[in-house]
């Protein structure tokens, strides 16, 4: 009996382990063999663990926006998704999870479970798989982690092309047009207005000599003089490094709708002043715009042979261009204010009057000083220079040269500081206007007789301004720097020259240009920054 026992239970385990090698067998063959694995679906198949439930928390936190951005990603072409986000999953399946999480909804990832078998063979075979389901799930994890941070990297990138993460398509188009904003964004941060050359153009000038007599002055309209030569008037200036917008008056005024552009500065801020408005109204009579220097205190004192300044407004746009003359860009008061030759106090570290109170009611602002600063006018206007409401004794200061650079630095300081006050305004300080006397100086015989353009050269190449008080004034403040003064060192064709008006023998005018002429550049160039 016990020998029995013992021979049955051995035959019952022998019977068993043969069991056990046939259904390995048949499994293996099952799922090696197409024939075979047409009828089920391989066990691996519907026991992978449906980790797209894992995305779809992660998505949940982004506000349910990220979800969508999935889909749209997944919707890309595999060969173009690399671009947009490159190694999802760094495993041997990558591309078949990244593609299943993405294509596919949670409930069609789990099959039906009619399809499971519920023999013991396929319970064996399900129990063998399970042990390997951790680590499935552990690579699904890594993948839907790094789907997780690839949508971060999406919304950075986002954010930093300023493009909507829907923007994102497959066509070629959309990807030239966010390359294309890119380069745009490039090119104003490399582009130096300043860097260029001088081009002819045979739609200039912008307007006629002939015709600009309400806002031109007769002394500098070389068209009413008797100078014959007028190829300086065909010249454009190209930066090189950007395209700068072709300005004309419409488009100006369009661009200044109910703003006011005040010029501050000496003699050559009037001739850029007369220069924008000739180009505003294309040299033609406009009686619609309005004289409103009385608003600004602009009138002429009883015995003096000129307003301060003037004011014109354009009612079609509420536009106002205006220019006051500050010659020093700092405070001028009478010392004994009852005595009419008293000197005048000239205080570096104040600002003109004027700007003090009007400031508020400008929306751009250019300023300009330099060819004052000289011993002999000084002496002649009774200037007396004064730092801290009393006269100087500083050495330094005490110099011409030193006496304006405290000044620029001094006035570009303190609009520097009204700007918080006024977050619309723009500043400028405009570089200093090159003179041109050869062979002396405006009052020993110097000449500026050459009439062949850019006989010196046209083009600009150098990054840094040939003017570096007005550089090292602005730089790192709010207050920009027109810089004017390279591209018009190559124009000594563009002056006065002889033909001025008063004709005073053995004087030329070598230090103010004819208009239409190179102060036409300056407000092109001030146009492309507004």
Not at 7 to 22: R, T
Not at 218 to 235: I, K
Not at 242 to 260: Q, W
Not at 477 to 501: N, Q
Request: one cysteine or more; hydrophobic letters at 35%.
């Amino acid at each position: 009996m016990k020998g029995g026992f013992i021979g049955l239970k051995i035959s019952q385990v022998s019977l068993v382990l043969i069991g056990f090698v046939c259904a390995t067998v048949l499994v293996l063959a099952w799922t090696k063999t197409t024939f075979l694995s047409s009828f089920v679906q391989p066990q691996d198949h519907f026991l992978r663990v449906p980790s797209d439930r894992s995305v779809k928390d992660t998505n949940s936190s982004d506000g349910g926006s990220s979800s969508s951005q999935l889909g749209t990603i997944a919707n890309v072409p595999k060969n173009e998704r690399e671009d947009i986000r490159p190694s999802i999953v760094d495993s041997t399946n990558s591309d078949k999870v990244s593609e299943e999480i993405n294509s596919k909804p949670a409930e069609n990832i789990t099959p039906p479970m009619n399809t499971m078998s519920t023999n013991a063979h396929g319970k064996d075979e399900r129990n063998k798989h399970m042990t390997t389901s951790k680590e499935r799930q552990g690579v699904e994890e890594k993948a839907s982690e790094k789907v997780s941070e690839e949508k971060i990297r999406l919304k950075e990138a986002e954010n930093d092309i300023s493009l909507p993460i829907s923007s994102v398509s497959t066509s070629s188009s959309s990807k030239s047009e966010r390359k294309e904003n890119v380069t745009i964004s490039r090119e104003k941060q490399v582009c130096n207005l300043a860097k260029g050359k001088w081009v002819e153009d045979p739609k200039r000038p912008l307007y006629s000599g002939f015709g600009c007599k309400q806002w031109l002055s007769p002394m500098w309209a070389c068209r009413l003089t008797q100078r014959t030569d007028f190829e300086y008037e065909f010249l454009r200036w190209q930066p090189r490094d950007c395209r700068m917008e072709a300005f004309t008056g419409p488009k100006f005024l369009s661009r200044m709708v109910n703003k006011t552009l005040a010029f501050v500065g000496d003699s050559l801020g009037r001739q850029q002043f007369q220069s924008l408005m000739c180009m505003a109204t294309e040299g033609k009579a406009r009686s619609d715009v309005l004289d409103v220097g009385v608003e600004y205190g602009l009138v002429q004192a009883p015995g003096t042979k000129r307003p301060d300044g003037w004011a014109y407004r354009f009612p079609s746009t509420n536009t106002t261009i205006l220019y006051y003359w500050s010659a020093s860009l700092c405070g001028l008061e009478p010392i004994d204010p009852s005595n009419p030759t008293t000197d005048v106090a000239m205080h570096l570290d104040r600002p003109p009057a004027f700007l003090r109170h009007f400031i508020h009611k400008f929306d751009v602002l250019v300023l300009n000083t330099g060819h004052h600063w000289n011993r002999g006018k000084l002496n002649a206007n009774r200037w007396v220079i004064y730092v801290g409401g009393v006269p100087n004794t500083d050495r330094k200061i005490a110099n011409i040269n030193g006496a304006k650079n405290f000044t620029v630095y001094s006035i570009v300081s303190w609009v520097n500081s009204q700007l918080p006050k006024y977050p619309r305004l723009k500043a400028f300080y405009r570089s200093m206007s090159p003179r041109h006397f050869f062979n002396g100086d405006w009052n020993t015989g110097g000449t500026c007789d050459n009439t062949t353009p850019l006989s010196g050269g046209k083009e600009v190449l150098k990054e840094e301004s040939s003017d570096p008080l007005a550089a090292g004034a602005t730089r790192g403040k709010g207050v920009k720097l027109l810089d004017i003064t390279a591209l018009s060192e190559l124009r000594d064709e563009g002056h006065i020259s002889r033909y001025s008006i008063k004709a005073t023998p053995g004087v030329q005018d070598c230090l103010h240009w004819c208009l239409p002429g190179v102060p036409d550049a300056w407000n092109e160039i001030l146009f492309a920054q507004l």
